[in-house]
C-alpha cells in the first residue's frame, strides 16, 4: 500500500540524490555529478554551481537568501515560532530528539527562514527552505513563519518571494502538517486578491504537500536547473503503475514543457530576472545599479 | 475467516454463523422452537460488538475506514439529499469519475454536493480509480464550487479517498497545482462549506476538498497525512508495523478533536457505518441540517473571517 505515501515521496529516501548536498569540509570538493574536484572559494564564488558541470549543488536557507537579497536593511521575520510537539510524537526517536539533531546540524530553529529586505532596491519579503532541516518538511513552524512572512508582504504591500526544497508534509506533525497547506495557501490568495506579486522559487527538489500548496501558486512559478517536483515521488509512482518512469520525468524541462512553471533560471542569474519581472509586475522601474 | 468481518471481529462473526444455521434449521423443521435460543445468540453476539467496538485500537479503526462494505457517497448520496442532479467534467480535458459532483436538495436548502467515490465491484473500482482523484477531479470540484459561490448555495464534501492519483498523467497534468487551487479559492469562496469524512481521508487528495467552515468525521473514519503503511515504511522499514504509525500519528476522531482540527464526531451504529447504512444516512443528515442552519444564519464576511480565523490556528501553542 506504500503507493498511498504521496506526501513524503521517495526522494528523501533515495541514496541517488544525498550527493547533492555533501559538501565535506576541506579545500576541495568533490562534484556529486561530473567528479571533478572543485576550489572551494571558487565554487563559493560561483554559488555552489558547478564551474565544470553547471550543476546546481544544494545550498543552505540562509546561503540561498544571503545570496538573492541585497546585503542592507535584512530583519529577519518570525524568529520567535519554533517547532511545536503538538503529539508527542514519538517512533523509533522521539520527535524532540530529532528536532535537537536538525537544529544542531544546521544551526536553526526550523526549516524555513523569512527575511524582510531588498531586491535591487526593491522592498521585497524572501523566504528559503533548508533541506537540510528534516528535508525541509513543513509542520507548524513552517507553516506559521510562512504566514507572517505573507502578512507583512501584504501590510507593507511588498512582494514576496519563497524558495522551496522539501520533501513535504511533516510526518511527526500528522495532520497540523496536512493543515498548514490550507493555511498557507490561504494567505496567498490574500495575496492574490491584494494585488501583492507571489513569486514562487522551485530548487531541487519540491514534493508532497508543499508541492501541492505554497510551491504551485506564484503569479510567476521559476525553477533552478536540475529541479525535481510534483506531487508523488517516482518511487511512489513507479510502484503503483509498474512502468518506467519517462527520461527527465518531473524535471525542469517537463515542468515547462507541461505549464507547470514560467521559466527556468540559473542560480546566478536569479536575482536578475525577479528583479526585472517585479519591477514589471509593480509598473516601478529599477534603479540603475 | 469471513470475509464480511475484519479479522478483530471473527469472534462475532462466529456467532452470526450460528444464528443464521439456527435460522436455516427453524426454516426447514418448523416443528423446532429456535426463536429462544437465537435470541440468546443474538444478545450474545451484540454484547461483544459492543465490548469489542469500546476498546478499538487507531489501527482497528483504519481497517473500518477501509472496510470492504462500508458506505460510500454513492449510498449516502441518495438517502442524505433529494433530486441529486450530477455534473460532469472540468471543462478542460475530461471528467473524473472519482470526484462526484452536483446539485441537490438538502430538505428545502439547494446545495452543492463534492463527494469522493471509490467504487463498490471491481468494474466500478476500476471506473473510480479507487477513489485516486486526477487533476481533472479537483479541477471538476473547483467549478461546480465556484457556480455555487455565484448562486449563494452551500457546499457540502464528502472526503474518502486512499489519495491523490500517483501517476505520470497526473503528474503531468499538474495534480500539485489543482490541489493547491482548491486549498486556495475554498478559503475564501463566500458560501458556507462543511466536509464530512465518511471513510478514508488521505492526505493531500483528502485536503484538497476539505477546507471549509466545519470539518467532521464519521465515528469509525480516519484522516492522516500520510497512510500509516506509509509512515511505518519510512520509519521502521516495513508497512506491518502500520499499527504502531496509527498509534503515533493519531489517525482517529478523538486525536483530531483535540488539536482543535475537527469539529465534531457523527456516532455510528453498533458495529460501523455498514451495518445500518439508513440509520447512518439520517444522523448525517440531520447533523448536515442542523449545522447548515447555523453556518447561514452567519453573515457571510462573518464567516469567511471565521473561516481564515481557523486556518491561521492549526497548531497553534494551546
Ligand atoms: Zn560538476
Known amino acids: 500500500m506504500s503507493w498511498l505515501d504521496n506526501i513524503i515521496p521517495s526522494i528523501m529516501r533515495g541514496k541517488d540524490t544525498t550527493h547533492r548536498n555533501v559538501v565535506p569540509e576541506g579545500l576541495w570538493i568533490r562534484c556529486g555529478d561530473c567528479e571533478n574536484s572543485l576550489y572551494r572559494p571558487e565554487l563559493e564564488k560561483a554559488l555552489n554551481v558547478c564551474p565544470k558541470c553547471g550543476v546546481h549543488m544544494r545550498i543552505s536557507a540562509r546561503r540561498r537568501l544571503d545570496i538573492f537579497l541585497d546585503p542592507p536593511s535584512r530583519t529577519e521575520l518570525a524568529t520567535d515560532i519554533g517547532p511545536i510537539d503538538a503529539l508527542k510524537f514519538k517512533d523509533t526517536k522521539r520527535y524532540r530528539e530529532r528536532l535537537s539533531a536538525a537544529q544542531k546540524k544546521t544551526g536553526e530553529t526550523e526549516a524555513l527562514i523569512v527575511i524582510a529586505g531588498q531586491l535591487k532596491g526593491i522592498p521585497v519579503v524572501a523566504a528559503a527552505f533548508d533541506f537540510n532541516f528534516l528535508g525541509g518538511s513543513m509542520g507548524y513552524a513552517v507553516g506559521e513563519r510562512f504566514t507572517q512572512g505573507a502578512r507583512h508582504a501584504l501590510e507593507q504591500k511588498m512582494p514576496f518571494i519563497v524558495f522551496s526544497a522539501t520533501g513535504g508534509a511533516r510526518m511527526q506533525e500528522a495532520l497540523i502538517s496536512l493543515m498548514q497547506m490550507a493555511k498557507t495557501a490561504s494567505m496567498i490568495e490574500r495575496m492574490k486578491v491584494a494585488g501583492v506579486p507571489y513569486i514562487s522559487v522551485l530548487t531541487d527538489p519540491v514534493y508532497g504537500g508543499v508541492s501541492a500548496s505554497l510551491a504551485s501558486l506564484g503569479d510567476i512559478n521559476i525553477a533552478e536547473p536540475g529541479v525535481r517536483a510534483g506531487f508523488s515521488g517516482p518511487n511512489i509512482i513507479r510502484e503503483t503503475i509498474r512502468v518506467e518512469l519517462p527520461e527527465g520525468f518531473q524535471r525542469g524541462e517537463f515542468l515547462l514543457s507541461h505549464g507547470a512553471i514560467d521559466m527556468i533560471v540559473r542560480r546566478s542569474e536569479m536575482r536578475e530576472m525577479i528583479a526585472r519581472l517585479l519591477s514589471k509586475m509593480l509598473n516601478i522601474s529599477l534603479k540603475s545599479p | ?318
Open chain 2, 1 to 318: 475467516m469471513n470475509p464480511n468481518y475484519l479479522d478483530f471481529e471473527q469472534p462475532i462473526a462466529e456467532l452470526e454463523d450460528k444464528i443464521e444455521s439456527l435460522r436455516m434449521v427453524g426454516h426447514n423443521n418448523a416443528d423446532i422452537d429456535i426463536h429462544k435460543e437465537i435470541e440468546t445468540l443474538r444478545n450474545k453476539s451484540d454484547a461483544l460488538t459492543k465490548k469489542i467496538y469500546s476498546s478499538l485500537k487507531p489501527w482497528d479503526i483504519v481497517k473500518i475506514a477501509r472496510h470492504p462494505q462500508r458506505p460510500y457517497s454513492v449510498d449516502y448520496i441518495p438517502l442524505i439529499f433529494e433530486e441529486f442532479d450530477e455534473l460532469h467534467g472540468d471543462r478542460l480535458f475530461a471528467d473524473d469519475p472519482a470526484i462526484i459532483c452536483g446539485l441537490a436538495w438538502l430538505e428545502r436548502q439547494a446545495v452543492a454536493v463534492i463527494a469522493q467515490e471509490k467504487g463498490r465491484n471491481t468494474n466500478d473500482k476500476i471506473k473510480r480509480n479507487f477513489g485516486m482523484v486526477r487533476p481533472e477531479g479537483y479541477r471538476k470540484a473547483l467549478r461546480i464550487m465556484e457556480m455555487a459561490e455565484r448562486f449563494h448555495l452551500p457546499i457540502i464534501t464528502l472526503i474518502d479517498t486512499p489519495g491523490a492519483y500517483p501517476g505520470i498523467d497526473s503528474e503531468e497534468r499538474g495534480i500539485s497545482e489543482a490541489i493547491a487551487c482548491n486549498l486556495a479559492r475554498m478559503s475564501n469562496l463566500s458560501v458556507p462549506i462543511i466536509c464530512i469524512v465518511i471513510g478514508e481521508g488521505s492526505s493531500g487528495g483528502a485536503i484538497g476538498i476539505g477546507v471549509g467552515d466545519r470539518l467532521y468525521m464519521l465515528q469509525y473514519t480516519t484522516y492522516f497525512v500520510i497512510s500509516p503503511e506509509g509512515c511505518a515504511n519510512i520509519i521502521w522499514k516495513s508497512a506491518e508495523k502500520a499499527p504502531l504509525a496509527a498509534e503515533a500519528m493519531g489517525v482517529t476522531p478523538d486525536v483530531l478533536i483535540r488539536l482543535g482540527i475537527v469539529d465534531d464526531v457523527i456516532e455510528e451504529p453498533l458495529g460501523g457505518a455498514h451495518r445500518d447504512l439508513p440509520l447512518t444516512a439520517s444522523r448525517i443528515k440531520k447533523h448536515l441540517v442542523k449545522n447548515l442552519n447555523l453556518l447561514r444564519n452567519i453573515e457571510i464576511s462573518q464567516l469567511l473571517q471565521e473561516r481564515y480565523q481557523r486556518l491561521m490556528s492549526y497548531g497553534n501553542p494551546v
